[in-house]
């Protein structure tokens, strides 16, 4: 690759969904039926038009990190023509991330880490694949004084989504730092807003019940309803598991784990944890993050009760209940 001030670097391939049972989780597969939709969503959500919170800016604004030694910029969301790979439905956009050397001498770039989340429930988007070969992301850059190099990725969004904002959380880590710093952009997708997922207004969330149906929020937390698909042994269960943010400091992520129980007698059939399963990123201040879950569901327990239990990094339990499938 020939040396220049900006490097395009490559697109990441997101990874597959995987099946868990016992003790592993994916944030990808079949899709719940939005049972939790955007109308449940406990915090509200400010639009295109209105002022952001503290700690989100809106997108193309410059924000300093490593003590102002670099800064980072998000652009885009600009919408790409047709996109192998793409579902029916969906389309593909491109954001990019631009880092630049505010030194007066050549460093090592810090490696950034992006997430989209869209909607009022901030459903994650994925990412589009890329077959061409490149370096890889987690090859240091080195960056001359005040030059920069940007890093392209492309994201796959639900064309119900045009018109509604967008929030893009980028961990930019330092060489050398374990802990990213955290920087929030927002704006809104391009097109007209359509679809259920544009016109449907945040309410506010019952907190403090013992048992919280499938599909309702309890406190902060929200787990949609089950979504049974396939047959015999590969039967697959999915959900949504949405987590508000009602600070003005961001949350470390999600943070839940989720133990799902099938039947009167409670038997385990999954745990999902974030370290093993869903993409578990930052979130903004005064928003809403919600993934979805999937996991292998006993042929037996099909059309039986089902509970799931949402405990938090902390130990707390909110308690689910519902029917599988």
Same mark, same amino acid.
């Given at each position: 690759?020939?040396?220049?001030?900006?490097?395009?670097?490559?697109?990441?391939?997101?990874?597959?969904?995987?099946? =868990?049972?016992?003790?592993?989780?994916?944030?990808?597969?079949?899709?719940?039926?939005? %049972?939790?939709?955007?109308?449940? @969503?406990?915090?509200?959500?400010?639009?295109?038009?209105?002022?952001?919170?503290? /700690?989100?800016?809106? =997108?193309? +604004?410059?924000?300093?990190?490593?003590?102002?030694?670099? +800064? #980072?910029?998000? %652009?885009?969301?600009?919408?790409?023509?047709?996109?192998?790979?793409?579902?029916?439905?969906?389309?593909?956009?491109?954001?990019? &991330?631009?880092?630049?050397?505010?030194?007066?001498?050549?460093?090592?770039?810090?490696? +950034?880490?992006?997430?989209?989340?869209? $909607?009022?429930?901030?459903? @994650?988007?994925?990412?589009? @694949?890329?077959? /061409? !070969?490149? *370096?890889?992301?987690?090859?240091?850059? %080195?960056?001359?004084?005040?030059?920069?190099?940007?890093?392209?990725?492309?994201?796959?969004?639900?064309?119900?989504?045009?018109?509604?904002?967008?929030?893009?959380?980028?961990?930019?880590?330092?060489? $050398?730092?374990?802990?990213?710093?955290?920087?929030?952009?927002? /704006?809104?997708?391009?097109?007209?807003?359509?679809?259920?997922?544009?016109?449907?207004?945040? %309410?506010?969330?019952?907190?403090?019940?013992? #048992? +919280?149906?499938?599909?309702?929020?309890?406190?902060?937390?929200?787990?949609?309803?089950?979504? #049974?698909?396939?047959?015999?042994?590969?039967?697959?269960?999915?959900?949504?598991?949405?987590?508000?943010?009602?600070? $003005?400091? *961001?949350?470390?992520?999600?943070?839940?784990?989720?133990? =799902?129980? @099938?039947?009167?007698?409670?038997?385990?059939?999954?745990?999902?944890?974030?370290?093993?399963?869903?993409?578990?990123?930052? =979130?903004?201040?005064?928003?809403?993050?919600?993934?979805?879950? !999937?996991?292998? &569901?006993?042929?037996?327990?099909?059309?039986?009760?089902?509970?799931?239990?949402?405990?938090?990094? /902390?130990?707390?339990?909110?308690?689910?209940?519902? !029917?599988?499938?």
């Amino acid at each position: 690759m020939s040396v220049r001030l900006r490097h395009v670097l490559p697109t990441v391939l997101l990874a597959g969904a995987v099946l =868990i049972s016992g003790c592993a989780g994916s944030d990808s597969g079949p899709k719940p039926d939005r %049972q939790a939709t955007d109308s449940a @969503t406990p915090a509200a959500r400010s639009s295109s038009s209105m002022a952001l919170p503290t /700690g989100i800016v809106k =997108i193309g +604004t410059e924000l300093p990190v490593s003590d102002g030694a670099w +800064t #980072v910029t998000l %652009q885009g969301l600009e919408r790409l023509p047709a996109v192998a790979g793409v579902p029916a439905g969906s389309s593909a956009y491109t954001v990019r &991330v631009t880092v630049a050397n505010q030194r007066a001498q050549v460093a090592s770039a810090p490696r +950034t880490a992006v997430t989209a989340r869209y $909607g009022n429930l901030g459903r @994650t988007a994925a990412e589009a @694949t890329d077959s /061409g !070969s490149s *370096p890889s992301r987690d090859e240091p850059q %080195q960056v001359r004084p005040n030059g920069s190099v940007d890093r392209d990725v492309k994201l796959v969004l639900p064309d119900q989504a045009q018109g509604l904002p967008v929030t893009v959380t980028v961990e930019a880590t330092e060489e $050398g730092l374990a802990k990213p710093e955290l920087l929030f952009f927002e /704006g809104a997708l391009p097109g007209d807003a359509v679809g259920t997922l544009a016109t449907r207004a945040p %309410q506010g969330a019952p907190a403090g019940q013992s #048992v +919280t149906p499938l599909g309702k929020w309890n406190g902060q937390v929200s787990v949609g309803k089950v979504t #049974v698909s396939g047959a015999g042994a590969s039967r697959t269960g999915s959900l949504e598991l949405s987590v508000v943010n009602r600070s $003005g400091d *961001p949350m470390s992520g999600l943070g839940t784990t989720l133990r =799902i129980l @099938t039947g009167q007698e409670l038997h385990l059939a999954a745990t999902v944890r974030p370290v093993y399963g869903y993409r578990d990123a930052a =979130i903004a201040p005064y928003r809403t993050a919600t993934q979805t879950v !999937s996991f292998r &569901v006993p042929e037996k327990a099909v059309g039986g009760p089902v509970t799931v239990e949402a405990v938090d990094t /902390g130990g707390s339990k909110v308690t689910f209940e519902g !029917s599988l499938g």
